[in-house]
């Protein structure tokens, strides 16, 4: 006859396969596909505030939204720098183009894996910014943000970019 804890001992068993099992299977996850996941992510995040700070020129590509035009700072830009974000040292005729293009520029080339760790950095920098003196009681989003960028700094964009194309290039020169 066969003991209750015989029974208990082969679930166990069973249980500790399947979930070994599990973890290799979720180890084998490329890093190229987190990597691209993480970029369109980003990107997008940064692309849409981005948006938000220009007229003229709209590109969604999820919500279909396209206005090909040449972008202006949009009138209300200024002044969210002046009364909500207020950051110390940079006046907010200054910070809000910058703001503008950084938000554009850098999701571009993160979207298409050019120059990416340089890129993430800069984002990075600008969360870092968001978190200490515009939105501190955002951590967790900020946090979310920080850890796609710093994977993509620490790990690159993965196989799928212009930076690995460029790499194997040089590398096979």
Not at 6 to 30: H, M, N, W, Y
Not at 149 to 161: M, Q, R
Request: glycine letters at 6%.
């Amino acid at each position: 006859m066969i003991s209750h804890r015989q029974t208990d001992s082969a679930v166990t068993s069973k249980v500790a396969a399947l979930i070994e099992r599990l973890i290799a299977l979720f180890g084998c996850i490329p890093d190229w596909l987190i990597a691209a996941i993480g970029r369109f992510s980003i990107a997008a995040i940064f692309w849409k505030s981005g948006q938000t700070k220009v007229q003229g020129f709209a590109i969604d590509l999820i919500g279909g939204e396209f206005h090909l035009g040449w972008p202006r700072l949009s009138d209300s830009a200024i002044d969210l720098f002046k009364t909500e974000y207020r950051l110390p040292l940079i006046p907010p005729e200054l910070a809000a183009p910058m703001a503008a293009f950084a938000e554009h520029f850098f999701p571009i080339l993160i979207l298409f894996g050019l120059a990416t760790r340089f890129s993430a950095l800069a984002l990075l920098g600008m969360t870092l910014v968001i978190e200490i003196f515009v939105y501190p009681d955002a951590y967790p989003t900020h946090g979310t943000w920080a850890a796609i960028l710093l994977y993509l700094i620490a790990k690159g964009p993965g196989k799928v970019s212009i930076d690995h194309w460029i790499a194997r290039r040089y590398q096979a020169s």
